[in-house]
């Protein structure tokens, strides 16, 4: 597996400190975030899934726990929009450059507006996909949202 992906050269780029850390992903895995999570021997609150959405019909990413549920609605106030919806996996995946599964908000294709669940924020550190399955890095969350120019705010049900 490579450690050097899209996601890292960005992160590298703008400066961050992070640590690469890989594990066995498991593409049957009902929920992926929480199957990295077991992997990695990590609290689910430390270990944050990326959603692509559209929000009002454009794309946009949320940054949560890998044991949290997005609220769209909150979600979509957070971005400044009135609606929020999934995005479907093969348009994340054109959108981003990343393969589901992989998709980190690091490195994006394009930079699309994200909101990070503030409640991350208290974490010491936190894992994120680090643009590849079985890829994660670990880093300051508030270095991530400020390298994302993330919105902070509550985005869980």
């Known amino acids: 597996m490579a450690k050097a992906t899209r996601a890292t ?3 590298e780029k703008a400066g961050v400190a992070f640590t690469v850390h890989s594990y066995d992903y498991d593409p049957d895995a ?12 990590e609290a689910p609150a430390r270990v944050l899934k990326t959603l ?7 794309p946009a990413c949320a940054i949560l726990p ?16 009135k609606s929020a919806e999934m995005m479907k996996p093969a348009d994340a995946e054109r959108i981003t450059g990343f393969k589901v599964g992989g998709i980190s908000p690091f490195g994006q ?17 936190v894992f994120i996909n680090g643009g590849q399955r079985g890829l994660q890095v670990r880093l300051d969350p508030k ?8 919105k902070v705010a509550p985005i869980i049900a």
Do not use: C, F, H
């Open 9 to 11: 050269a960005a992160l």
């Open 30 to 41: 009902d929920r992926i975030g929480m199957q990295a999570a077991e992997a990695l021997g």
């Open 52 to 58: 692509m959405l559209l929000l009002d019909g454009k």
């Open 66 to 81: 890998s044991d949290a549920q997005v609220a769209m609605k909150k979600l979509a106030a957070a971005l400044g929009g």
């Open 109 to 125: 294709v394009r930079s699309v507006p994200t909101a990070i669940e503030a409640a991350a924020m208290n974490q010491p550190y």
């Open 143 to 150: 270095e991530a949202a400020r390298t994302l120019a993330a």
